[in-house]
């Protein structure tokens, strides 16, 4: 079989995204080079240590670092040295619009560098921006700091990325779709070219503002799965007798959700968004969704689907809450336990996180908070007690509550029983079942304390 040719790419923005296309396409073959303004990690990167915690990535970067991956801050050299681009930088939600301060400087200073360089050169847009932002934005910044026309001189494409952390890994190798927005048949072809290793893959080829668009509708409808299932939930918790979990597993038998094919039912991974919980957080969800509503209310068309979503999601903490202060209402004379501070298991993340919500709330009621995450060893500007191991922290508080799904949360109740049976359990994922511990509460169950365990 003929081997690809391998291509040279630059990719700026070495978080998440970035980090893991570069290492992910090196896998594939080619020649990488890691853009990042932080100089630090440009070292870290250098040294074969990835500055994030995600499974896989550690081996794959020490794999190929100083052979075909290699980090600079030095954005116009790398430019110089590869034909495509990456654009792989922070788009944050500034509170009222997405936030391109990043795109445009991306831009601005690939397109210097673009003004010097000779041969044929594709810049792709990786990092998820609302509808029009790589033709509107980026393509106009590129020309003129170039002084060079796109579709002549060089090229440009839309390449929304879906990888989830925790698994981003093996979401970049096995893609479900590939999305190339290309604005012309020569940056399509070349962007085409960097995945041919993908064999298999669908590649969707379209406009530039439809890849944008598909990026939001995916992450957009998951959202909208957890914040559909946790209003269900609510409302099991005011009823007796109505556990939403079991609402919920028998709602996903429907068909329609769950076929079967050959007498065997095919679980489908959209389930894994239909459970009840303490709310979504992390680096894309909150961002995206508000992001496109606040797209939506500049193009007169208000997202009140959407709208509701983010509505739901930020009130889903204070479930937790609630849960607690069914026994201490002003949670004090206590020791509150909280097991995971990341969004999600598998990752050091804790942007936007449902239990740094709840431990700023817990705070502000100088309540006694003891934290243990498998990753995570401190939180900024919180007032907690981490305990190295999560024995510890059984032993010493009188409530747990569990707000990340990590594996090893499955131990809780054979260490409460070795350790501290009469603990109170507030289980934000519904990772445990109700007769597992002695004293159990969970999102969308509607369990009244029978006996104080211990003196409020
Ligand atoms: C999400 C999307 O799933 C990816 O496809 C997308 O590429 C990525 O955003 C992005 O835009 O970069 P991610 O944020 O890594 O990926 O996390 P998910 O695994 O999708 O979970 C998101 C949040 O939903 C987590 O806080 C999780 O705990 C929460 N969740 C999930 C619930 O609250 N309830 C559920 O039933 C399921």
Redesign the pocket.
């Known amino acids: 079989m003929q081997q690809m040719p391998k291509q040279k790419i630059s990719v700026v923005g070495t978080g998440?995204?970035g980090l893991v296309t570069a290492v992910c396409l090196a896998e594939k073959g080619h020649y990488l080079v890691c853009v990042d303004k932080d100089e630090e990690k440009i070292l870290t990167i250098n040294a074969g240590k990835s500055p994030i915690h995600e499974k896989g990535l550690d081996e794959l970067l020490q794999k190929h670092i100083n052979k075909n991956v290699f980090g600079t801050i030095d954005l116009p050299q790398a430019v110089q040295q590869t034909d495509v681009t990456f654009i792989a930088v922070g788009t944050p939600f500034d509170g009222e619009h997405i936030d391109l301060t990043y795109i445009r400087q991306a831009a601005a200073e690939i397109g210097h560098a673009l003004k010097n360089k000779s041969t044929y050169h594709v810049v792709v847009v990786k990092s998820?921006v609302v509808p029009g932002t790589t033709y509107d934005v980026v393509k106009p910044i590129l020309e003129s700091t170039s002084q060079k026309q796109i579709g002549k001189d060089f090229g440009l494409c839309m390449n929304p990325?879906?990888?989830?952390?925790?698994e981003a890994v093996n979401d970049f190798l096995n893609p479900d779709r590939i999305v190339i927005g290309g604005l012309d048949e020569q940056s399509t072809a070349a962007l085409t070219a960097v995945y041919a290793g993908f064999v298999g893959t669908p590649i969707i080829k379209t406009s530039t503002q439809a890849a944008e668009l598909i990026?939001y509708t995916?992450?957009a409808f998951?959202a909208t799965l957890?914040s559909f299932?946790n209003e269900i939930a609510n409302l099991c918790s005011q009823l007796p007798n109505v556990d939403a979990m079991e609402v919920m597993e028998a709602f996903w038998l429907d068909r329609r959700i769950t076929p079967m094919s050959d007498k065997l039912s095919v679980r489908p991974g959209l389930v894994?968004?239909?459970?009840p919980?303490?709310?979504?957080?992390?680096?894309?969800?909150p961002k995206?969704i508000n992001a496109l509503v606040a797209y939506g209310k500049q193009q007169q068309k208000k997202m009140t689907l959407l709208e509701s979503v983010i509505e739901v999601n930020n009130l889903q903490p204070m479930q937790m809450l609630a849960l607690l202060q069914k026994y201490f209402p002003h949670f004090k004379n206590i020791k509150i336990g909280i097991l995971g501070v990341a969004?999600?298991p598998g990752t050091d993340d804790i942007r936007c996180s449902p239990a740094i919500h709840v431990i700023h709330e817990l705070n502000k009621h100088d309540a006694n908070v003891y934290v243990y995450d498998p990753v995570v060893k401190t939180i900024p500007a919180a007032n907690v007690v981490f305990t190295d191991t999560m024995e510890t922290l059984i032993k010493t508080v009188n409530v747990v509550m569990i707000f990340t799904a990590w594996p090893d949360f499955q131990r809780v109740p054979a260490l409460l029983t070795a350790y501290n049976p009469k603990a109170i359990v507030i289980d934000g994922r519904r990772i445990l079942g109700k007769k597992d511990v002695l004293h159990y509460e969970g999102i969308g169950i509607n369990l009244s304390p029978l006996n104080l365990p211990i003196s409020a």
């Open positions: 998440y995204v998820t990325e879906f990888l989830r952390e925790g990026k995916s992450n998951f957890i299932a894994d968004y239909l459970k919980g303490c709310g979504f957080g992390g680096s894309c969800f995206d969004f999600k």
